[in-house]
């Protein structure tokens, strides 16, 4: 896990965390959100049997990032994705050694973006199906992320979401449309009558 953590955008400030976040956009860059959506509204569909999410947007997004066994390596992130943030209490030799063969079959870049994908976008999803209502009502009543830790000046900093899901300004989600399309595509699948 520390390894990740020392690799990745998130974790890192000044001209590391640029020189990293651009190159974590151009790995999104090359994934085209209305493919994604058709990919994970056809994975779902075909395997809806629970756990659908994570299970299938890791797997299209897996997959439309170029891994090879795009389910082996979607079951690889959730123990990694629980322990991704310091103090989180979760981890252990699990998470380290699924951190360790994700760096070693994708990269920091798109290990990093289906990590910080995972739980996100599975909350976004299960709120919205447990509720019965859109993706756009979750993010007014029940953001999947309400608030997000900075490290500044070696001090940990909450800082709130409100009304700002996605973040602001140089730490904003960079893959807001690529969340969007592999929550729209699960829940076309398993409520195809009702928007999304």
Do not use: K
Not at 77 to 104: F, K, N, R
Not at 110 to 126: G, I
Not at 170 to 193: I, N
């Amino acid at each position: 896990m520390d390894r990740l953590r020392r690799s990745v955008s998130r974790f890192s400030n000044g001209r590391d965390h640029a020189q990293r976040r651009t190159v974590v956009e151009a790995v999104l860059a090359e994934v085209d959100p209305d493919a994604l959506r058709v990919a994970t509204r056809r994975l779902a569909a075909a395997d809806p049997a629970p756990p659908v999410v994570p299970r299938v947007p890791l797997t299209a997004l897996a997959g439309a990032l170029g891994a090879r066994e795009p389910a082996t390596v979607a079951a690889l992130v959730p123990p990694v994705a629980a322990a991704y943030l310091p103090g989180s209490g979760a981890g252990g030799p699990a998470a380290d050694a699924a951190a360790d063969e994700l760096l070693g079959r994708l990269g920091a870049a798109r290990a990093a973006v289906l990590v910080q994908s995972c739980l996100p976008v599975t909350a976004w999803v299960r709120t919205a199906l447990d509720r019965g209502i859109t993706l756009d009502e979750v993010l007014a009543t029940a953001p999947p992320v309400p608030a997000t830790t900075r490290w500044r000046d070696g001090e940990t900093v909450t800082v709130p979401l409100d009304g700002i899901p996605f973040g602001e300004g140089p730490r904003r989600c960079p893959g807001v449309a690529h969340a969007r399309a592999l929550a729209e595509g699960v829940l076309a699948a398993l409520r195809p009558a009702a928007p999304v």
